[in-house]
């Protein structure tokens, strides 16, 4: 017997509400954060919390650096001369200031520290994977690899990605340093593996000449509620936004539709459940986690009991999540797949990827709620190949039942979620993200 009644539990596993929202939102196609197309994803999400009955359904707007796409281009010269100007080949990086440069390509590997500390760099342009080495113990992101680049004095940068399929990975390198100060590209693992192979025969040339604009404009929060009027929330959140050059399925179209579902089934047990739950999928996660970042800041941190962020969930039905090390929130998982009988992969560190990193940086509970997957990194995430038909409706519906069990467990009234001080929160960081989110100019903590 689940907590969830069984009539509610048989409903969503018939349900393609989830898949409707689903469909409307690739469909939208570009839903840059700050873009036509994010309000358009975000207007959807509120008709989906209107039909489903949820209260104090809204837009809650709010101004970010905004950043729109031009060409790119880039040509070698030196060891072999060759032009890449197709949007398979080479794309701009969000935050990338519009430029043109031409300097000798230095590949860095995988652009750990030590990586950048044996390269000479100054005036150069700098190359890196997008892979991170399997032992190294914590994902080293591109905003890291970037700002770590232009410390070591490169003129240019170059993320190559590592899953094949003539897909260049896209993804910010600013964050709060917008634009950044050097022209960035991504090009796909091909072309990649193209120019290491040319860089063997002689110094190698390149010229990198990126069109892109960098402005202030509007994104959107969208908001909508369940349960009794208590001071106290849980948050069900998740991410309307996607990269511009793709559909947006898996990152993160599932998550925003799989909120619309729990909401939806959510709604229909409102009258048993014991805390407000309030909905909330953000604007401008994919260019600083803006969205959350405005939520966070707009509310008494002390009112949020817990986070429950759901991205990167639907390319299989097995839940993964990352509690941050709050061990309430972690058993609250554990006894939802108890309860359901299914497996549950969870992590063990606090990371600052995600929504959920602008509670837990304030010490509020707050966990990255995803789905396992056999691919490598972000697999198509970032790609244009992060389309709809990769997922399946069933890994949806199964996700569905155990992310709304656990918001309504998480809703009783004698369920506790102790929070962090930001000193301890500070002070659990492992140095690994530490490093990083000082080298990205993220460090929100004063010394």
């Given at each position: 017997?689940?907590?969830?009644l069984?009539?509610v539990?048989?409903?969503a596993?018939?349900?393609?509400f989830h898949?409707?929202?689903?469909e409307?939102?690739?469909d939208?196609?570009?839903?840059m954060?700050g873009q036509?197309?994010?309000?358009?994803?975000?207007e959807?999400?509120?008709e989906?919390?209107e039909?489903?009955?949820?209260?104090n359904?809204?837009l809650d707007?709010?101004?970010?650096?905004?950043w729109?796409?031009?060409d790119?281009a880039?040509?070698?010269?030196?060891?072999?001369e060759?032009?890449?100007?197709?949007?398979?080949?080479v794309?701009g990086?969000?935050g990338t200031p519009?430029?043109?440069?031409?300097?000798e390509?230095?590949d860095?590997?995988?652009?750990?520290?030590?990586?950048?500390?044996?390269?000479?760099l100054?005036?150069?342009?700098?190359?890196a994977?997008?892979?991170?080495p399997?032992?190294?113990?914590?994902?080293?992101?591109?905003?890291?690899k970037?700002?770590s680049?232009v410390?070591?004095g490169?003129?240019?940068?170059?993320?190559r990605?590592?899953?094949?399929g003539?897909?260049p990975?896209?993804?910010?390198?600013?964050?709060?340093?917008?634009?950044?100060p050097v022209?960035?590209v991504?090009v796909?693992?091909?072309?990649?593996h193209?120019l290491?192979?040319?860089s063997?025969?002689?110094?190698?040339?390149?010229?990198?000449d990126?069109?892109?604009?960098?402005?202030?404009?509007?994104?959107v929060?969208?908001?909508?509620?369940?349960?009794?009027?208590?001071?106290?929330?849980v948050?069900?959140?998740?991410?309307?936004?996607a990269?511009?050059?793709?559909?947006g399925?898996?990152?993160?179209?599932?998550?925003?539709?799989?909120?619309?579902?729990?909401a939806?089934?959510?709604?229909r047990?409102?009258?048993d459940?014991?805390?407000?739950?309030?909905?909330v999928?953000?604007?401008?996660?994919e260019?600083?986690l803006?969205?959350a970042?405005?939520?966070?800041?707009?509310?008494?941190?002390?009112?949020?009991?817990?986070?429950?962020?759901?991205?990167?969930?639907?390319n299989?039905?097995n839940?993964r999540?990352n509690?941050?090390?709050?061990d309430?929130l972690e058993?609250?998982?554990?006894?939802?797949?108890?309860e359901f009988?299914?497996?549950?992969?969870t992590?063990?560190?606090i990371?600052?990827?995600?929504?959920?990193w602008?509670?837990?940086?304030?010490g509020?509970?707050?966990?990255?709620?995803?789905?396992?997957s056999?691919?490598?990194?972000?697999g198509?995430?970032?790609?244009?190949a992060?389309?709809?038909d990769?997922l399946?409706?069933?890994?949806?519906?199964d996700?569905?039942?155990l992310?709304?069990?656990?918001?309504?467990?998480a809703?009783?009234?004698?369920?506790e979620?102790?929070?962090?001080t930001?000193?301890?929160?500070?002070?659990?960081?492992?140095e690994?993200?530490?490093?990083?989110?000082?080298?990205?100019?993220?460090?929100?903590?004063?010394e």
């Amino acid at each position: 017997m689940t907590k969830l009644l069984n009539d509610v539990v048989g409903d969503a596993y018939t349900s393609s509400f989830h898949w409707d929202v689903l469909e409307d939102l690739v469909d939208v196609g570009n839903r840059m954060a700050g873009q036509e197309g994010e309000r358009r994803g975000a207007e959807r999400v509120r008709e989906a919390f209107e039909e489903i009955g949820l209260r104090n359904v809204h837009l809650d707007e709010f101004e970010i650096d905004g950043w729109w796409r031009g060409d790119a281009a880039m040509r070698t010269s030196g060891a072999h001369e060759e032009s890449f100007a197709a949007d398979y080949q080479v794309i701009g990086l969000p935050g990338t200031p519009g430029d043109t440069v031409e300097a000798e390509l230095v590949d860095v590997g995988y652009g750990r520290l030590a990586d950048f500390e044996d390269a000479d760099l100054e005036g150069k342009i700098a190359m890196a994977s997008s892979e991170t080495p399997d032992d190294y113990g914590r994902r080293l992101h591109r905003m890291e690899k970037y700002a770590s680049a232009v410390d070591a004095g490169a003129v240019g940068f170059v993320f190559r990605n590592h899953v094949e399929g003539c897909l260049p990975a896209t993804g910010e390198i600013g964050y709060d340093n917008r634009p950044g100060p050097v022209p960035a590209v991504g090009v796909s693992k091909e072309v990649g593996h193209r120019l290491l192979r040319h860089s063997e025969d002689g110094s190698l040339t390149v010229e990198l000449d990126v069109d892109a604009r960098n402005e202030r404009t509007d994104s959107v929060n969208v908001v909508g509620e369940a349960g009794p009027d208590t001071d106290e929330v849980v948050m069900v959140t998740a991410h309307v936004d996607a990269h511009d050059i793709a559909e947006g399925a898996n990152d993160n179209g599932a998550g925003t539709a799989l909120v619309c579902e729990i909401a939806r089934l959510l709604k229909r047990v409102e009258d048993d459940l014991e805390t407000r739950v309030r909905f909330v999928p953000f604007g401008s996660e994919e260019i600083g986690l803006q969205g959350a970042s405005h939520s966070a800041a707009s509310q008494d941190p002390s009112n949020v009991k817990c986070v429950i962020n759901v991205d990167g969930a639907g390319n299989s039905r097995n839940l993964r999540v990352n509690a941050n090390e709050f061990d309430a929130l972690e058993a609250l998982f554990e006894e939802v797949a108890d309860e359901f009988d299914v497996p549950l992969a969870t992590g063990d560190t606090i990371s600052p990827h995600g929504d959920q990193w602008a509670f837990v940086q304030e010490g509020v509970p707050a966990s990255m709620t995803s789905s396992t997957s056999d691919s490598s990194g972000r697999g198509w995430g970032h790609t244009h190949a992060d389309t709809l038909d990769k997922l399946d409706l069933r890994d949806l519906r199964d996700l569905s039942v155990l992310i709304a069990s656990a918001a309504f467990t998480a809703a009783e009234s004698d369920r506790e979620f102790p929070q962090r001080t930001r000193e301890q929160t500070r002070e659990m960081l492992d140095e690994g993200y530490v490093q990083e989110l000082k080298v990205g100019g993220r460090w929100p903590y004063d010394e």
